[in-house]
């Protein structure tokens, strides 16, 4: 019998064994993909999802910012881009 849902891509599965390293990196990418995505919307006619747009948009860079902080693990000052 065939399966009426596929099985989600690895990426997106949570398994024994995944790293700490690991797990960051697919963070890391899906930060990107929904930057990018947020990012080619065109601009929104009413103002107010405008507003959720780029508020969405200043969350999802403070996340990035956040994880690189985690990344370096050290309480020194962190270069964030």
């Known amino acids: 019998m065939k399966k009426l849902v596929p ?3 690895p990426v997106l599965r ?3 064994g995944l790293s700490p ?7 890391d990418e899906h930060l990107k993909g929904a930057l990018c995505a947020l990012n080619h919307l065109p601009r ?11 508020d969405a948009i200043l969350d999802l860079k403070i996340c990035k ?3 690189t902080v985690a990344r370096y693990r050290t309480t020194a000052s962190v270069p964030i881009s």
């Open 21 to 27: 390293e690991d797990a960051l990196r697919n963070v």
């Open 44 to 54: 929104q006619a009413l103002p107010r999802h405008q507003t959720l747009v780029s």
């Open 65 to 67: 910012a956040l994880l």
């Open 7 to 9: 099985d989600p891509p």
């Open 14 to 16: 949570v398994r024994p």
